[in-house]
């Protein structure tokens, strides 16, 4: 088994497309992070409020979770991840 696999991170709500490399035990907070650390997604809004993402596989339409790890989801090379900011409401 390969310790990396080569995704595509469709950026929601605009559908831009990205093509990267993860380790295979990376979790959702993991690559939430790396991708708001590239400035793909602005990490607050124009008030100052921070910005919630959530990652879903378009393949199995799962939820990729803060702790799970691609391994453990049965992510697969090629596959899309879908990056989706979150509404949040007081």
Do not use: Q
């Not at 990376?26 to 809004?45: C, F, M, Q, W, Y």
């Not at 702790?67 to 090629?78: F, H, M, N, Q, V």
């Amino acid at each position: 088994m390969t310790d990396v696999i080569n995704i595509a991170i469709r950026v929601m709500p605009k559908g831009d497309e990205l093509e990267v490399e993860l380790p295979v035990f990376s979790t959702g907070k993991d690559i939430i992070e790396e991708l708001l650390n590239a400035n793909v997604a602005p990490r607050h809004d124009g008030e100052g409020n921070i910005n919630v993402y959530k990652l879903i596989s378009k393949a199995s339409n799962i939820k990729i979770g803060e702790s799970k790890t691609l391994y453990d989801l049965g992510i697969r090379e090629g596959e899309t991840i879908y990056f989706v900011p979150e509404l949040v409401t007081e």
